[in-house]
Structure formats: C-alpha cells, structure tokens
C-alpha cells in the first residue's frame, strides 16, 4: 500500500500505538489501514447418484486445471450464500447448500478457504465464464494429479472419507508454505 484511501497521502509502514504489528498508517489524517485474510468459499455439489460436479479452469492461477466451484466471498453475503453463488458463476448450477465442510488456512496467501457440501437441485450446468468444462464425476474419475490447489484436494478427500464412513463432520488444516498441492 503506498496511498491512503481516505485523503491521498503516502502512507507509512509502522507498529500503531496500542498495536503489536506493523500497519500501514497516514501521517497526515491518522488512519490505521488494516490488512486482513481474504474468505474464499465453495461447495463440493453432488447430484442424486453421488456424483461431484467438478469445474475445469478457465482463468489464472491454474488455468485448465480442476476444482470445485469456489471463489472470493462478497461483500452483504453469507458464506453459504457466496459458496451457492460461486458454483453458479463457475458451473451454472443451483444448489442448496448443506453442512459445512472444511476450513482451510492458507497462510502464505492471507486466505482463508470455507468449504461446504452441496446437492444439485436439478441436472442443469455448464461452462460459466470462469470454467472451461464442468462435469459430473465419480470417486475414481476425480483427476488427482490436476487438481488446482491443495485446499481443493483437501476438501474432496475428507468430502469422501466422511462418505465412505457414513458422517458428516467438518475439518480444519492449514497450509503455511507455497505451492498450488501438497
């Protein structure tokens, strides 16, 4: 950050009275500007048969590689609201969202990932603008070796151990280095 969104000065980067951490702050108006984790949100949906709706890529980072439908949240939004969003954006699918998933801290990035599952509310989807091809897959057709991001691997492999084992509890991890898997 170099200006202040409030009159325009430069900012500096320093630990605020009170504070323990450095932040941007103005020296002309005083404004403390604060920098925090970004919520990304998404779903695992699933259609009748059992089958996870899988989007392909369409933009960067890991263009054509797969995931979940999933994306920065909106602000005036809930995390359910913005995961349903996301996966109609991504795959044009309505669904309704169900128990929540997966928490992932990705701490290098200042992100945190919020997952949930899903039930399609009918068989129509398709390429949103975001995704090169989406399809219903099976456990043994997911394409591991193309999965996007770690988060994503993470929350299809606790998604199917908590299927194979007849539950529904969510799960917590957190990533501190870089790099798109684990």
Avoid at 105 to 111: P, V
Avoid at 160 to 171: C, F, K, S, V
């Amino acid at each position: 950050m170099k200006y202040c969104s409030e009159c325009g000065s430069s900012v500096v980067l320093r630990v605020p009275e009170g504070e323990h951490l450095p932040r941007h702050v103005c020296p002309a108006c005083h404004t403390v500007h604060y920098q925090n984790p970004k919520i990304v949100v998404g779903c695992v949906p699933v259609d009748e048969q059992g089958k996870i709706l899988i989007c392909k890529r369409a933009i960067e980072p890991r263009h054509g590689f797969w995931t979940i439908p999933a994306g920065f949240m909106e602000n005036n939004e809930s995390l359910e609201q913005g995961a349903a969003r996301e996966c109609y954006e991504e795959a044009l699918a309505e669904v309704e969202m169900g128990s929540l998933l997966a928490i992932v801290n990705i701490l290098h990035a200042q992100q945190v990932h919020v997952f949930f599952r899903a039930r399609l509310l009918n068989n129509r989807y398709g390429a949103g603008p975001e995704s090169l091809e989406v399809k219903l897959v099976d456990e043994e057709q997911i394409p591991w070796d193309e999965v996007a991001f770690a988060s994503t691997e993470y929350a299809l492999r606790v998604f199917l151990a908590d299927r194979h084992a007849g539950q529904e509890t969510y799960h917590m991890t957190s990533y501190e280095r870089r790099g798109w898997r684990s």
